[in-house]
């Protein structure tokens, strides 16, 4: 079996940062594509916080942009999901091959819970449907949005907006919120913030863009008028096929001591062990480290 340098497993910011790294090191590193080549960022149209774009950036034209940078210097991509893995023999089983490496950087991101209520996808990633404030706060300015969940980062999300949005709905199917009490004060005490207790998101509605959302109740369904709507119902890391081989939390994302893992030459970056920052940014900062890290280790 022809053993490889690097594979990097994951085509998003990350993998493709840890490759533009890793290839201009001279190590010729493979990258494992998955179901998503590009990873979140082709889902979105406009990024603004990623340095180097003062007009803001396509997120396909960003991601389009690494790939063409990580081939200049002699990555090679495999498209295919890996779907076991020898973490510690470093055995890679990726639809039909085996792929052997020395060394392994695991970059599979995660994956934004959804309703799949009606409007949803119609309006995903720039059109009225966002699943971050710090990334799309800032086009909600004096509009009014809402805020879907009732746990930390739903009230998180909620408190951030305010300092753009007119006002901020925050939209709980309880009556209670499950967040810690800190955060939960001071989404109750903010008078910008209204909460919608006991209320589920039936459709979200509009021509071009989001103009309204359909709500329940226990005793109604109505319309109101939003401009914008934030789900913050958590994040799904991409990390089912490294279960039991390294060590994760309750929710799966990957546990590691900044991009090291633990196993000698296996590393980790992005959102898969982020479950903090989840920024394009810091995904790709993480790739470079982790690229670095593994050029030390094969050397
Ligand atoms: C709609 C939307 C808008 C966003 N807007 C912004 C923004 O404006 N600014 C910002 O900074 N961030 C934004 N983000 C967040 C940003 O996209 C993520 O933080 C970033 O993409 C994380 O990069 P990553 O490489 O860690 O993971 P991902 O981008 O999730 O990439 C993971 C990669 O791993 C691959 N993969 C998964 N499982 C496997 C497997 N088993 N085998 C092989 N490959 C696998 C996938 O195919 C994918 O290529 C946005 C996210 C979304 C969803």
Known sequence: MNVENLVIIGSGCAGLTAAIYAARADLAPLIIEGQQ????????????????????????????????QTEKFGARFRSGVVESIDL????????????????????????PRRLNIPGEEKFWGGKGVSTC?????????NKVVAVIGGGDSACEEAHFLTRFCLKVYLIHRRNQLRASKIMADRVLSNPRIEVLWNTILLEICGKEKVTHLYLKTQDNEYDLSFDGVFLAIGHMPNTKVFE????????????????????????????????????????????????IAAERYLS
Do not use: W
């Open 37 to 68: 080549p590009g990873g979140q960022l082709i889902q979105t149209t406009n990024i603004e916080n990623f340095p180097g774009f003062p007009d803001g950036v396509n997120g396909f034209d960003l991601v389009s942009n690494m790939r063409t």
């Open 88 to 111: 510690k023999k470093k055995i890679i089983d990726c639809e039909g091959d085996r792929i052997e490496s020395r060394a392994i950087i695991i970059a599979t991101g995660a994956v």
């Open 133 to 141: 404030a710090t990334c799309d706060g800032a086009f909600y300015r």
């Open 244 to 291: 039991n081989q390294v060590e994760c939390d309750s929710e799966g994302y990957i546990l590691a001591n900044g991009i090291t893992t633990g196993i000698p030459g296996v590393f980790v970056a992005g959102d898969c062990c982020d479950r903090h920052y989840r920024q394009a940014i810091t995904a790709a900062g993480m790739g470079a480290a982790a690229a």
